[in-house]
């Protein structure tokens, strides 16, 4: 089997995940140390979602080559149809080891694609490491108390996807010049694609994609009261971000369970995260840990919040949050 890494990039309805290019970030990282080509694979319709023009975006960051896997039944999305196209692509075009984002949409296809070709699959690594030739990929587990070292037994294909945050995403290498593009037209026989998906299932209106901001304000026990979270959310707006919480917060129904960051919420990395009267339980770190600045607002000096933030301040948000909203706005003009 060639020494090869595939990136499968996650698009829907056109629009690329950006958690792609973190993926890509970890495949030329592993590239970097073991000398094996990195490719990269966008699959979907040209006619429906348009995956030509993001295999062309794809193709400028450093790579040796990308695949646009293009079928008219792989739009709209369905297990099967994409298991089914990786699977022509892989038997084409082998490779060791294929990384792929931890989405939802990953997760519901990529069991079965690694069970048709008789492999396995490592999921929601947050990083790896090479002993003695070998790749061990790490994984957390109970709640991020332990982590785990796995690797794999065979020869491949080896299927791993990245934790959101594992890996930055704007340290993406770009390609000296674009990366060749080749069109695979992949054929989906009838009877393959068993069912038809519906719209996309979200809990509530104010459904969001917190995984998507580049800027979160998270509240805590620390704001006291439901009506404190206004202040919050100024400092949100007034910073162009999104509003989320701890489990506390969301479990009290001060905002709902969407808004919700940690290990049984979203695993968020924004460009900036401000956390006000947050403590910093491992569950709740877990979720927020890859954001690229940290900012902690909290009155105990001790809190476990301050071990992993850039920025920490000790005192009462209540007296800090206010001007800094004022500041905001005066730096906006």
């Not at 994409?82 to 939802?104: I, N, S």
């Not at 294909?157 to 390609?175: H, I, L």
């Not at 206004?230 to 919480?245: S, V």
Request: hydrophobic share 45%; aromatic share 6%; net charge neutral.
């Amino acid at each position: 089997m060639a020494d090869t890494i595939l990136v499968v990039v996650e698009q829907r309805e056109g629009k690329l995940n950006r958690v792609s290019w973190e993926t890509i970030t970890a495949g030329q990282v592993i590239a970097a140390q073991t000398g094996w080509t990195l490719e990269a694979a966008v699959v979907g319709s040209n006619s429906g979602s348009g995956i030509a023009a993001i295999a062309a975006e794809v193709a400028a960051k450093k790579l040796a080559k990308v695949y646009a896997v293009e079928s008219a039944r792989l739009e709209p999305y369905t297990p099967d149809a994409f298991a089914y196209a990786l699977q022509q692509l892989l038997e084409k075009h082998p490779a060791k080891l294929v990384l792929m984002p931890h989405t939802y949409q990953v997760r519901d296809f990529v069991p079965k694609l690694a069970t048709a070709l008789q492999t396995t699959a490592i999921s929601d690594v947050i990083g790896f490491r090479s002993e003695a030739g070998k790749l061990l990929f790490t994984r957390q587990m109970f709640q991020g108390k332990f982590v785990a070292d796995v690797s794999f037994a065979g020869n491949g294909p080896c299927f791993v996807t990245f934790q959101n945050g594992s890996y930055r995403a704007d340290k993406v290498e770009a390609g000296a010049a674009a990366a060749p593009v080749e069109t695979v037209n992949v054929e989906i026989p009838d009877g393959i694609i068993r069912n038809k998906p519906e719209e996309v299932f979200k809990e509530a209106k104010q459904a969001v994609d917190l995984t998507q901001a580049e800027i979160i304000v998270s509240v805590g026990r620390g704001i006291k009261e439901q009506k404190n979270i206004d202040l919050a959310k100024q400092l949100a707006d007034a910073l162009g971000g999104e509003l989320a919480a701890s489990r506390p917060i969301c479990d009290n129904g001060w905002l709902p369970m969407d808004r919700q960051i940690g290990s049984s919420g979203q695993t968020v990395a924004p460009k900036l995260y401000l956390a006000l009267g947050i403590s910093g339980a491992i569950q709740h770190i877990v979720g927020m840990k890859g954001s690229r600045s940290i900012v902690a607002i909290n009155k105990d000096s001790e809190a476990p919040i301050f071990e992993i933030a850039d920025y920490a301040i000790v005192g009462n948000l209540f007296d800090i949050v206010p001007p800094l909203i004022e500041e905001v706005k005066k730096a906006k003009g």
